[in-house]
């Protein structure tokens, strides 16, 4: 099973636009700042995201607040055929 699910701030973020075949999108960096434990230690984990928004989905995404946290839902997958790089696909979004 490919699914992902991320609390998360919306650091950047492209305009909306469309794919060749009419499709809206949306490409953005998420912020994610949160303390996990591991080893029976606490950690602290930062990092950044590429994701991305297709569809239906892209219109609400394009409409979040920059530094509000969200929680995200979706699946990873490679940024394109030939790349090793991964991109969060969005399927959904809830306020936190």
């Known amino acids: 099973m490919n699914q992902f699910q991320l609390v998360a701030q919306v650091a950047e973020r492209e305009m909306l636009r469309f794919t060749p075949a009419g499709i809206p ?3 953005a960096k998420l912020s994610h700042s949160s303390q996990q434990l591991e080893a029976k ?18 219109g609400q995404f394009s409409q979040l607040v920059l530094g509000q946290s969200y929680r995200f839902t979706g699946f990873m997958a490679r940024k394109n055929r030939n790349s090793k790089s991964l991109i969060f696909h969005i399927t959904a979004i809830a306020e936190q």
């Open 25 to 27: 999108i949306v490409v």
């Open 41 to 58: 230690v606490m950690r602290v984990v930062e990092f950044e995201v590429s994701a991305l928004a297709v569809g239906e989905i892209s």
